[in-house]
């Protein structure tokens, strides 16, 4: 089964520090351990969510300003 | 005044929402109630007429899409929309669009808004209308030697401000004359590569100061104020604790400064709701205008607990053309209220946010808890985490911390990390109880009292 990162918190996920910049992490991409994948904002503030585990090929299912509960899958690698 | 057949449309959420909606049924009106797709559940959603949907959950695709909020309300049939604060209350193009759609705007002039909402202007107009602003150059300076003129005048520490900068950005702290002829050129070359101006001006920086802000009701050519309120228990810059009237002030000091408020709303044409914020300086016993907001405030029901007055209703009212009710001499006020803000924040844990689901809750026998919770709510936690403000009312400012610290002791709200152990902390505190507190009171005690989760 491919590994998951989840989200921590109910909030809204962002891939991105700023709208302007170009994402924590790309599709494809590898992820180590410590990795800041994304942001998620709860209720006005933002809480980066770090790469417990590594993986490589990176498949997000939590698209850029996506609303997320706790637990939902933001991202899946090998 | 009958408004029974007319209708409202509340563009906002939460606790407000649910203020308004209570304001608008006391008057007779209809409540049309905006919500996103994340707050089909919520309170106001319950108790209004008619609710319409406006959107995703995030506030840039629902709360404050100007098209979006003006579509729906005039779709709905509204005859006014109210914006409650925050959200699109003080976005002056919006104010246009309501009333270009043929709607009433509950609150000022497009044009009041944003001549408010440029700081630099609403203090031109506090000057013109001899309010106290904070003194300083007239102006902008030319350099070194008119700096050195101006610090003669108005006396260290002072702060050297960008005249092209804002919200907190190149601000310099000078103590005395050295740091003044080596901190103006920096300044002014870093202000001119920051913000393509190096224009500076100087303004005296005040220190251990109150927040002290006057509430006023103006219609439009007549404006009265309802007193002053006390907010100087901040939390990164937000309030927490609110009270009316200003303990502090002597009856001297509290005429002038609500004078000066009502001399500032009546030369700008003030209509509905507003308030004036000042600095206010004990040493000195001098007030400076900081801003005004052209809104309803989170904290207007302290107003309402020492007036008796129905602030909401009353800017419906006015919104809907009726003339200001209320004659200076009609507006009295009887002992001293509290209010502090109960946040879905955890206080033993850096108030980290905790949206969740309601559990059970009892509510204190005596006092006012305004608030967008019931039991078995899933609080969404795309917006901000104020939960409901709990209002108190005593006899006088001892009486009224009493009220405040059993009111505290008798709410219960489970299921949820929330503010009020720090509440229960900051009642029982020596400085609060001896009402010593300035700005800089709740950070500088926060880093040195934890609190116990409860």
């Given amino acids: 089964m491919a590994k998951q990162i989840q989200s921590p918190l109910p909030g809204t996920f962002y891939r991105k520090p700023a709208p302007e910049e170009p994402n924590f992490i790309e599709d494809g991409a590898s992820i180590a351990v410590g990795d800041t994948i994304g942001l998620v904002e709860v209720m006005k503030t933002f809480h980066e969510v770090k790469a417990e585990t590594a993986g490589d090929n990176a498949r997000f299912q939590a698209e850029n300003e996506a609303p997320v509960m706790a637990g939902a899958v933001l991202v899946e690698m090998d | ?454």
């Avoid at chain 2, 840039?60 to 604060?85: C, F, I, M």
């Avoid at chain 2, 507003?274 to 205008?289: Q, S, V, W």
């Avoid at chain 2, 924040?345 to 305004?370: K, T």
């Avoid at chain 2, 403000?389 to 709200?413: F, S």
Wanted: hydrophobic share 45%; net charge negative; charged share 25%.
């Fill in chain 2, 1 to 454: 005044m009958d408004l029974t057949g007319k209708s409202l449309f509340i563009a906002n959420r939460g606790e407000i929402a649910v203020r308004i909606n209570r304001a608008a049924k006391a008057l007779g009106l209809s409540v049309i109630q905006g919500h996103s797709e994340a707050d089909a559940d919520m309170l106001a959603v319950r108790m209004a007429d008619r609710a319409v949907e406006l959107g995703p959950p995030a506030a840039n695709k629902s709360y404050l899409d100007v098209a979006r909020v003006v579509a729906a309300a005039k779709e709905a049939g509204a005859d006014a929309v109210h914006p409650g604060y925050g959200f699109l209350a003080e976005n002056a193009s919006f104010a246009a669009a309501v009333e270009a759609a043929g709607m009433i705007f509950v609150g000022p002039t497009a044009d009041t808004i944003s001549r408010m909402g440029d700081k630099v202007a609403a203090r031109e107009a506090a000057i013109a209308a001899e309010v106290p602003t904070s003194p300083g150059s007239d102006g902008r300076i030319e350099g070194v030697d008119e700096g050195l003129k101006v610090a003669a005048a108005i006396g260290y520490p002072l702060m050297i401000k960008a005249a092209a900068g804002g919200g907190g950005r190149g601000i310099r702290v000078a103590e005395n004359d050295d740091d003044l002829r080596r901190l103006i050129p920096q300044a002014q070359s870093e202000a001119a590569a920051a913000f393509g101006d190096g224009g500076l001006y100087i303004e005296r920086m005040v220190r251990d100061a109150r927040h002290i802000e006057v509430q006023v009701l103006g219609d439009g050519s007549r404006a009265v104020h309802l007193f002053e309120r006390e907010c100087s228990l901040q939390r990164r810059r937000q309030k927490v604790w609110e009270e009316a009237p200003a303990a502090c002030l002597s009856d001297a000091a509290r005429t002038r400064v609500c004078d000066a408020s009502v001399r500032m709303a009546e030369a700008v044409n003030y209509r509905g709701a507003g308030t004036l914020e000042f600095l206010y300086e004990p040493e000195r016993d001098e007030f400076y205008f900081m801003e005004m907001n052209t809104r309803i405030q989170v904290e207007h029901p302290v107003t309402e607990m020492i007036t008796g007055i129905d602030l909401v209703q009353e800017m419906i009212r006015i919104a809907f053309g009726e003339p200001l009710r209320l004659a200076q001499d009609d507006v009295s006020m009887s002992g001293h209220s509290i209010e502090v803000r109960v946040n879905a924040e955890d206080p033993s844990n850096n108030f980290m946010p905790f949206p969740g689901l309601v559990g059970a809750m009892a509510m204190p026998a005596n006092a006012r808890f305004d608030t967008m919770l019931y039991e078995g709510y899933a609080i969404p936690p795309f917006y901000d985490s104020l939960l409901g403000k709990l209002i108190v009312h005593g006899a006088n400012r001892e009486a009224a911390m009493n009220a405040l610290a059993t009111a505290l002791d008798e709410i219960r709200i489970e299921g949820l990390k929330t503010t009020l152990p720090l509440f229960r902390a900051l009642v029982r505190d020596a400085d609060i109880r001896a009402d010593k507190a300035t700005t800089s009171y709740l950070e500088t005690w926060l880093e040195s009292h934890a609190i116990d989760a409860a």
